[in-house]
Nanobody, 124 residues
Framework: VQLQASGGGLVQAGGSLRLSCEVSGRTFSGDGVGWFRQAPGKDREFMAVISWNGGSTDYADSVKGRFTISADNAKDTVYLQMNSLKPEDTAVYYC??????????????????WGQGTLVTVSS
């Protein structure tokens, strides 16, 4: 399984970006994909997760109402629409797949596969 994250870039505060995560080699119909971010000197932080079947979602409190996660099963792609961006949203954003039930969806250990990350920079 390979994940390819894209869509990062430089945006002004208040702006929007849409990140994409293309999943290849997926043989399972269940489980889901999560988005995390990591700012310099900080731990990897959970943003959002979506299940492939049914599309149930969950978000970190810090992004509820601003970020929206969605999935296109036909394209094996998960998106993260980010609106009302703030300078503190600056980070490398990672997508990850295959949720291990013994861990919380917000725990990076729940995910077997990770993309390479895409940098989001929000200027003030």
């Amino acid at each position: 399984v390979q994940l390819q994250a894209s869509g990062g870039g430089l945006v002004q505060a208040g702006g929007s970006l849409r990140l994409s995560c293309e999943v290849s080699g997926r043989t399972f119909s269940g489980d889901g994909v999560g988005w995390f971010r990591q700012a310099p000197g900080k731990d990897r932080e959970f943003m959002a997760v979506i299940s492939w079947n049914g599309g149930s979602t969950d978000y970190a409190d810090s992004v509820k109402g601003r970020f929206t996660i969605s999935a296109d099963n036909a394209k094996d792609t998960v998106y993260l629409q980010m609106n009302s961006l703030k300078p503190e949203d600056t980070a490398v954003y990672y997508c990850a797949a295959h949720i291990i039930p013994s861990y919380s969806n917000a725990d990076p250990r729940a995910y077997n596969y990770w993309g390479q990350g895409t940098l989001v920079t929000v200027s003030s």
